[in-house]
Every structure is written in C-alpha cells, then in structure tokens.
C-alpha cells in the first residue's frame, strides 16, 4: 500500500494543476483539502483519496498532456494566480484546459514561454544544473561597445544576487542590438547585466527555448510538434544522464 503513496505537491503536479513550488503555497495558504481535511506540508495521498483546490475537486481524466509555445506579449505576467494579478499568463490565453507556465519570462518581456499540464516535464527544464539553452535579442539605450560583448559574455558579477553569471554566448545584430544565449535563469538576469555595464534595456525578447522556436505572431500560441517534442524528450535525457554523472563523481571524489 505505501507503494502507491505520494506526496500532495507530487501529485498536483503530476495530474497538470500547478508546478510542486506553487502546490507547496497552496497547502501552506490552506485552499488544498484531502477527503475535505487540510493537510500538513509533506501529507501524502492514495489513489483513493479526494483531493480538492478551492473546494474543486482535482484529477487528471483524460491522461493526455499538453504542451503550447506560446508568445506572450508586453504587460502579461507569468503566474497561475488569477485572483491576484488581472494580466495574468491564464486568463490571456483561456485554454480550456488547466495549464501553467514552464519558467518565468518578466512583464516588460516578450517571446516564447512554454506552458504545460505535465509536472514532471516541469522539473525537467526548471532543473538549473541541466544547462538547458535560452536566446534572446536584446535592444538597449546607447551604441554597444566590444567591451560590452565581452563583459557579458564573460560573465558578470551582480552583487544584489551575490552570484556570477556564467559565461554565455553574446553576438552583436546592430549598433544597439544583440543576441545573447543563456544556461542560467537569474531574476531579471539580462537587465542586471546590462545595468551593471550602465546601459538599460529598451526591449527584450526569448526567441528560442532549447530545440523550441518563436515561429508565431505575438498573443498566440500552438501545440509542439511530435518531433519538437521527441527532441525536446532527448534533450532533457541526456542533460539529467550528465547531472547524474556529474553527482556520481562527486560523491566518489
């Protein structure tokens, strides 16, 4: 019987209702019942128990999972809370189905931000240590330099974070444009950066997510295609194989 006991946030997110983080505010706000108790962080569940958000009963019944890009404009915000923020990421879209966004993408931003109802695919990408590519173009204030190039691509050191970020691939388009690749997710990563160096962004925009695309005008989403998926699938196999690999090694160091 213990075999078939998960935690809560696991299965919320497994059946596609939010990511493990946001199920964990959930149960700490207290709007997530088991069988109509309010469970502890940490409870788990059987195939038998109800479980219910905001009095709704949660399940996944169809078993099919969904996977969009979507091109999220100026002014929308990435967050499932729709009771909180009116330019919210759900109600633009109304897909009929309960999705949430894979990663953040800030509201001066635009371009692609995946969304899902597949939990463990979350994870997957989310998962820093995994290196997983993000593009982006970039426009600033002034005429960009080469010491700007190689002081981003460099890596920076952003106190308010204490972190450096890693080095990344920085190419310049125009005289105030460029493109910059990125394997890290830092809050608000390229506006720091570019802060650092005394420029300030004017726009930005994600053109690609790994073997993902912007390929559709700006409100709207699709589907991924089965080989869009099947790539992603071994992007993300091969990435987990060489973090396991690496903690192996680490533990035996």
């Given at each position: 019987?213990?075999?078939?006991?998960?935690?809560?946030?696991?299965?919320?997110?497994?059946?596609?209702?939010?990511?493990?983080?946001?199920?964990?505010?959930?149960?700490?706000?207290g709007?997530?019942t088991i069988?109509?108790?309010?469970?502890?962080?940490?409870?788990?569940?059987?195939?038998t128990?109800?479980?219910?958000?905001?009095?709704?009963?949660?399940?996944?019944?169809?078993?099919?999972?969904?996977?969009?890009a979507?091109?999220?404009?100026?002014?929308?915000?990435?967050?499932?809370?729709?009771?909180?923020?009116?330019?919210?990421?759900?109600?633009?879209?109304?897909y009929?189905?309960?999705?949430?966004?894979?990663?953040?993408?800030?509201?001066?931003?635009e371009?692609?931000?995946?969304?899902?109802?597949?939990?463990?695919i979350?994870?997957?990408?989310?998962?820093?240590?995994?290196?997983?590519?993000?593009?982006?173009?970039?426009?600033v204030?002034?005429?960009i330099?080469?010491?700007?190039?190689?002081?981003?691509?460099?890596?920076?050191y952003?106190?308010?974070?204490?972190?450096?970020?890693?080095?990344?691939?920085?190419?310049?388009?125009?005289?105030?444009?460029?493109?910059?690749?990125?394997?890290?997710?830092?809050?608000?990563?390229?506006?720091?950066?570019c802060?650092?160096?005394t420029?300030?962004?004017?726009?930005?925009?994600?053109?690609?997510?790994?073997?993902?695309?912007?390929?559709?005008?700006?409100?709207?989403?699709?589907?991924?295609?089965?080989?869009?998926?099947?790539?992603?699938?071994?992007?993300?196999?091969?990435?987990?194989?060489?973090?396991?690999?690496?903690?192996?090694?680490?533990?035996?160091?």
């Amino acid at each position: 019987m213990s075999e078939n006991l998960k935690r809560i946030n696991k299965y919320l997110s497994e059946v596609g209702y939010c990511s493990r983080r946001e199920a964990d505010k959930l149960i700490e706000a207290g709007r997530v019942t088991i069988n109509g108790a309010v469970p502890e962080m940490g409870t788990k569940i059987s195939p038998t128990d109800e479980v219910c958000v905001d009095g709704k009963r949660i399940e996944n019944l169809d078993g099919a999972f969904v996977y969009l890009a979507f091109n999220k404009p100026i002014g929308i915000v990435c967050t499932t809370d729709t009771r909180v923020e009116k330019d919210n990421i759900i109600d633009f879209i109304k897909y009929p189905k309960r999705i949430f966004p894979i990663g953040r993408l800030d509201k001066p931003s635009e371009g692609l931000i995946l969304l899902t109802d597949d939990g463990d695919i979350v994870n997957k990408i989310l998962r820093a240590s995994n290196n997983h590519e993000k593009e982006y173009i970039v426009t600033v204030d002034k005429p960009i330099s080469q010491t700007f190039i190689q002081r981003m691509s460099g890596g920076i050191y952003l106190k308010d974070l204490d972190r450096t970020t890693k080095k990344c691939e920085v190419k310049k388009l125009d005289s105030q444009t460029f493109s910059i690749i990125l394997t890290q997710g830092l809050n608000r990563q390229i506006r720091r950066m570019c802060e650092y160096l005394t420029y300030e962004v004017e726009t930005l925009k994600r053109v690609r997510i790994m073997n993902i695309p912007l390929d559709i005008p700006v409100g709207e989403y699709r589907e991924l295609t089965s080989k869009e998926f099947n790539d992603l699938n071994s992007l993300l196999e091969n990435s987990t194989k060489i973090f396991q690999d690496r903690a192996r090694k680490r533990r035996e160091s």
